[in-house]
């Protein structure tokens, strides 16, 4: 009963760098997404999939690519580290959105650019 | 737009004394949903209650209940009985049009001894 897994836990880059942050669910989930929790702060959406080949923008989606080639997989992807990304993402997936449909978080990337 | 504004960046309440959460929502979508979650130190997203726009009643999960009010856009989260495992923060959420969930930017609950 794994649930939604994410992968790394802890991750340290240089500006520059890229890296994909890994997310898998094992519920059938057609809906996931992508927060990102800076200190003090509540969850902002990055991107979202509402279901395998589909994806869209959320709130803050520059610096960040998606894809969605399967439903259980949401990878995301900095392409070019800058300091203003370090932050905690957290992965999240529901069957739908709404309808009390709660989505069910990852226990998050704590993610820190040099 | 959606917005969920949370006034209280931090509340203190006794042990075993019921305390309130305010949750406040913008939207002009006839149909939308709240959601209040809870984050505790270690960082892990517990889902807690819902309310629907349309749901007649105000949802309740255990120690949990929701204040919904329609006519004030407000959803506020009343726990009872705090326990010290209460402590933590809390998150109000709306879905309404689309496919995105807004969240608010918390309120820091403190239970004390």
């Known amino acids: 009963n794994a649930g939604v897994t994410q992968t790394p836990k802890f991750q340290v880059l240089k500006t520059g760098q890229s890296m994909t942050l890994q997310c898998a669910q094992d519920m059938n989930h057609e809906y996931m997404s992508w927060y990102r929790q800076d200190p003090g702060m509540g969850l902002r959406l990055i991107h979202y999939?509402?279901?395998?080949?589909?994806?869209d923008q959320g709130e803050v989606p520059n610096g960040y690519n998606v894809s969605r080639s399967t439903t259980e997989d949401f990878p995301l992807r900095l392409l070019s580290a800058a300091p203003s990304q370090t932050s905690v993402y957290f992965c999240?997936?529901?069957?739908?959105?709404?309808?009390?449909?709660?989505?069910?978080f990852g226990d998050g990337t704590r993610l820190s650019i040099l | 737009a959606q917005k969920i504004t949370q006034t209280q960046p931090g509340m203190f309440v006794q042990e075993k004394e019921a305390v309130t959460l305010d949750c406040t929502y913008d939207?002009?979508?006839?149909?939308?949903?709240l959601f209040w979650y809870k984050q505790p130190s270690s960082g892990e997203m517990i889902f807690l209650i819902y309310q629907g726009s349309y749901d007649q009643q105000n949802a309740t999960e255990g120690r949990y209940s929701l204040n919904f009010q329609k006519a004030r856009k407000s959803a506020n989260l009343v726990i009872s009985a705090s326990q010290l495992g209460d402590s933590a923060m809390y998150f109000c959420?709306?879905?309404?049009?689309?496919?995105?969930?807004?969240f608010g930017e918390g309120t820091q609950l403190t239970v004390n001894p």
């Open positions: 999939s509402v279901g395998a080949g589909i994806t």
């Open positions: 999240a997936s529901s069957y739908r959105l709404g309808s009390g449909q709660p989505q069910h």
């Open positions: 939207t002009s979508d006839p149909s939308y949903g």
């Open positions: 959420a709306m879905k309404a049009s689309g496919s995105r969930l807004t």
